[in-house]
């Protein structure tokens, strides 16, 4: 049985964007990268809410073709084309889609039935607010967070309306040069 884990940039007080949804704070280079892709090679399945897999729609399918592209963008672009893609959107439709399924109902059974059959992890990348819809439905099994060195002050937050409290094992971490830390978490439980 797959689990949903959410894969997360973070900012040090827990803000994954600024007030408008800035995100230029946010350190890459080919350190995480590399470490990002062993992982994400590791599942065949991505969550999106609909704003960020329209972000992701607009560069990943050609991104590894363009002239110059860097080896990320030629391994990712060749992960995305070849991965299930489930998005959450009441007013995206399915017709013309290439492996992709749009979910605008019964959020939770819809899930745990594409969870049943994953046999692999389900990433759930960036989307704030999807992540909050399904934190809210306690449909998220585990966190893969970036922590960036810096202080937002204000943004959107990662964590949002929560009701109940969340335990957390710590799986792993991983320190970078450029001083962003990677933490993975399971919920106690799942």
């Given at each position: 049985?797959?689990?949903?884990?959410?894969?997360?940039?973070?900012?040090?007080?827990?803000?994954?964007?600024?007030?408008?949804?800035?995100?230029?704070?946010?350190?890459?280079?080919?350190?995480?990268?590399?470490?990002?892709?062993?992982?994400?090679?590791?599942?065949?399945?991505?969550?999106?809410?609909?704003?960020?897999?329209?972000?992701?729609?607009?560069?990943?399918?050609?991104?590894?073709?363009?002239?110059?592209?860097?080896?990320?963008?030629?391994?990712?672009?060749?992960?995305?084309?070849?991965?299930?893609?489930?998005?959450?959107?009441?007013?995206?439709?399915?017709?013309?889609?290439?492996?992709?399924?749009?979910i605008n109902n019964n959020l939770p059974e819809r899930l745990e039935e594409?969870?049943?059959?994953?046999?692999?992890?389900?990433?759930?990348?960036?989307?704030?607010?999807?992540?909050?819809?399904?934190?809210?439905?306690?449909?998220?099994?585990?966190?893969?967070?970036?922590?960036?060195?810096?202080?937002?002050?204000?943004?959107?937050?990662?964590?949002?309306?929560?009701?109940?409290?969340t335990k957390l094992n710590l799986l792993n971490t991983h320190r970078f040069?450029?001083?962003?830390?990677?933490?993975?978490?399971?919920?106690?439980?799942?």
């Amino acid at each position: 049985m797959g689990k949903i884990i959410s894969f997360m940039h973070m900012s040090l007080d827990g803000f994954v964007a600024g007030p408008n949804g800035e995100m230029d704070w946010i350190k890459v280079n080919d350190e995480i990268f590399d470490y990002v892709s062993k992982r994400i090679n590791e599942s065949d399945t991505a969550l999106y809410g609909r704003l960020t897999y329209r972000m992701m729609e607009d560069y990943w399918p050609t991104a590894g073709n363009k002239p110059g592209a860097s080896k990320h963008d030629i391994e990712h672009s060749k992960w995305y084309m070849n991965a299930h893609k489930i998005v959450l959107s009441k007013t995206l439709k399915e017709e013309g889609l290439s492996k992709t399924t749009i979910i605008n109902n019964n959020l939770p059974e819809r899930l745990e039935e594409l969870k049943q059959k994953a046999g692999k992890e389900i990433l759930l990348f960036g989307s704030p607010r999807a992540t909050h819809s399904l934190n809210q439905l306690g449909l998220i099994d585990g966190y893969w967070l970036f922590i960036n060195p810096i202080i937002l002050g204000n943004g959107i937050p990662l964590f949002k309306d929560i009701r109940d409290r969340t335990k957390l094992n710590l799986l792993n971490t991983h320190r970078f040069e450029c001083g962003v830390t990677a933490l993975s978490y399971e919920v106690e439980g799942r």
